[in-house]
């Protein structure tokens, strides 16, 4: 596969049709980084392997502004798994960048690993091609993973006022390093609410409910919009699950518009769209 | 002119319920207008906030309101289909579908949160349903997650 990915990478570059390619490359301490190859001599950094976990469709945004005044705004390739082309599509959906300006190189994924061991957010998943690519490198596997939310139901079997002990106890160890929302590919507001001074919607008091607000609100920006990559909580430096916060949404939004992100570049986002005659639960 | 409500000064606790109310400004603001211009009672609970729509109450100002100090917050606006900027409503009505049930999750009681429908000429409904709902605050005590210093 690493072979592959090289091949084609080098092909793009060689040919002038990309600026960028957008990989994994070794790392420090046994761990992958993203890697951004400008020139095909470079492209024997890339690699691919089941650490290779990270969203690379975060790094879209910073090909979205041009470097010089006037400057046409180049192609960038990037490697997709399946989970990323979710992300990609939701980028698609909102206008952030065009199609044509991104190659998408695809790969398909038996899922990624973390200490040997298959990541949860894989054994859920139940994509194994990406849903949209340019080219598909790799062998489709069997085993496809199934979402039952199992945990997101076993929180909801408790009372709210289990609940809200619960993630205050998570909360509380929130140091709003806000790497969650940096991590986030569908989180690209020039200006975050979290940081916004006027009005001031979350303070800096050491005080867990604003910390609460925080992740309420970030939660609830991603309302139809996550795609589940997981990439918010694997870069959590204090492990708050906010996978459990994410994927309830993501449950909720599917039983009440039936609707999950990610799916395609052309439907409405529900919270940006309604239909007159729809009964909605409202107050029960 | 006499009331069926101790006026709120010296009243603490459970027994004095924060709420917040969102009133939409074409509907739900006049009916509590209304319901005073009426001579209709209701208890002294209740701090409204007019916005122009029930469409501008951002999820954050509910979530901001139960942060500083709510314990119930209400958010009001006209029947659908009513709405002065034509579909102000229906965006609240799907927003608050999916934030009843994020609040719950993160530890909001159901009840905490009521978003209801008032028109211009419900002073009495607006009366009455200010009344259930700080009833049901009063049953279900203060909300546990607010600011320490609120």
Known sequence: MTAKIRAKAQELLESGRLSCFIGYEEGTRGRVRPAFIY??????????????????????????????????????????????????????????????????VGLTCKGMKVNGQTQERCQRCAERVPLVYDVVLGRVPKTVGREDYADVAGMEGL?????????????????????????????????????????????????????????????????????????????????????????????????????????????????????????????? | MTTDFEPPINIKGSEAPQIVGFLCRWCSYPG??????????????????????S????????LKAFQDGADGVMVLGCHPGDCHYVEGNYHARRRYALMHRLLEYVGVERDRLLVDW???????????????????????????GKRVDS
Request: glycine residues 6%; hydrophobic residues 40%; contains cysteine.
């Open chain 1, 39 to 104: 020139a095909p001599q470079d492209v024997d950094r890339l690699i691919w392997d089941e650490r290779c976990t990270y969203n690379l469709v975060t790094y879209l945004h910073q090909f979205q502004s041009p470097r010089r005044q006037g400057e046409k705004l180049p192609p960038v390739g990037i490697l997709v798994k399946p989970c990323d082309s979710y992300s990609l599509n939701v980028l698609f959906q909102e206008g952030q960048i065009a199609r044509d300006r991104v190659y998408v």
């Open chain 1, 159 to 284: 009372s709210p006022g289990e609940r809200l002990d619960f993630w205050m106890r998570e909360f509380d160890r929130c140091i709003r390093c806000y790497a969650c929302r940096q991590a986030c590919p569908a989180c690209y507001c020039f200006e975050c609410v979290a940081e916004q001074l006027d009005p001031r919607w979350v303070g800096i008091a050491i005080d867990v409910p604003q910390k609460q607000f925080f992740h309420v609100m970030r939660a609830y920006h991603l309302a139809g919009r996550c795609s589940g990559c997981n990439a918010c909580e694997e870069v959590c430096p204090m492990d708050i699950p906010l996978s459990l916060l994410n994927r309830k949404i993501a449950k909720e939004v599917e039983d009440l518009f039936d609707y999950r992100a990610g799916q395609d570049a052309e439907t409405p986002p529900p919270l940006a769209t309604f239909e007159k005659e729809e009964e909605l639960p409202i107050n029960v």
């Open chain 2, 32 to 53: 509590a207008d209304l319901a005073g211009t009426s001579r209709l009672t209701y208890p002294p609970f209740l701090r409204i906030i007019r916005v122009p729509c």
């Open chain 2, 55 to 62: 469409g501008r109450v951002d999820p954050l100002f509910v």
């Open chain 2, 118 to 144: 008032v028109s211009a000429a419900e002073g009495r409904r607006f009366a009455a349903v200010t009344a259930d709902f700080t009833a049901q605050m009063k049953e279900l005590g203060p909300w546990g």
